[in-house]
């Protein structure tokens, strides 16, 4: 019985990812990005914070890309932030692509 919890609760993980997609390609690809940098090299004293600082932003520019008149602003917010966090966590030696 646990077995097949377990593996239920597997399956359900890439909707749940999916989730947090807005559709725009270089924003999904870069929040990704940015979730297994923050995971994989900032102290885990210090993740919550960096998780609650991307989720908002990520909330926000999830709103704005529902709105079909703002949705081509999106991307740019998203290429900015990408270079701004660029910059940011360098120094943790995250990449972003």
């Known amino acids: 019985m ?3 919890m ?3 609760a597997l399956a359900a993980l890439p909707s749940l990812a999916s989730a947090q997609d807005m559709g725009i390609a270089l924003c999904d690809t870069f929040y990704r ?4 940098c923050v995971s994989s090299r900032i102290p885990e004293a210090q993740r919550s914070a960096f998780r609650d600082a991307i989720e908002q932003t990520r909330s926000g520019l999830r709103q704005l890309a529902a709105d079909p008149q703002a949705r081509p602003q999106v991307e740019n917010l998203c290429q900015l932030h990408k270079t701004q966090m660029t910059q940011a ?3 943790y030696g995250c990449t972003f692509n």
Request: charged share 25%; hydrophobic share 60%.
């Open 2 to 4: 646990k077995k097949l």
């Open 6 to 8: 377990v593996v239920a």
């Open 33 to 36: 990005q940015y979730e297994a």
């Open 89 to 91: 966590l360098a120094a």
